[in-house]
């Protein structure tokens, strides 16, 4: 018996209408808070009406928010009490219970996710794991703004998308900027938000990011 391969997926082309739709009204009914939006600026706007000025915010390392302009807004602007810098000015050597604790549980986490799909579930793949926590649930808040290309049908092409696509766009990244190559070292998936108002997803429009 034979079998058909599964045809390659696009993993850059931005989902349709409805694909965004039916992944928004996925999380909706898992417990996110979702709103469509149509692009970058709209993102960046909604994110500021969305964090209490002086709050501790953490910017997940993303080339989502870096390309959107809403990294600098958030660790340039002196609106908030920005945890990325802090991070950044530690020793690692000496420092590195403190990098941790900073990172694991500030009030509000924005980052993004390397997959969305249309069933309900974010898919975030990490090389050092610093991000996670707060997403997972260590943080008060979070709020990930994610293009349209990474809306999928399914878990399974999720986890394709991330090997396939975004691991050696990410590896191109870490060798240009630190001389090694990235990996999946840590996986999370997000099936559901228990506590109402928690997570947010800025689905837009657009394609950005990997």
Known sequence: MT???TPAADFTAPASAASLERAAAALTAHGFTVEILDGTAAARTR???LLPEGASVFTGASETLRLSGIEED????????AVRPRILALDRATG????????????????????????GSLVIASGSGSQLPGYAGGAGRAIWVVGAQKVVPDLDTALRRVHEHCLPLETARTMKAHGWPSAVSRL????????PGRGTVLLLREAVGF
Request: proline share 4%; aromatic share 4%.
């Open 47 to 49: 994110v500021a009406e």
């Open 3 to 5: 079998t058909t391969p």
């Open 96 to 119: 590195g219970d403190e990098i941790r604790r900073l990172g694991a549980s500030p009030d509000v986490v924005v980052g993004s996710v390397h997959a969305v799909t249309e069933r």
């Open 188 to 195: 999370l998936v997000l099936n559901a938000e228990y506590l």
């Open 74 to 81: 958030i660790n340039g602007s002196g609106r908030y009490d």
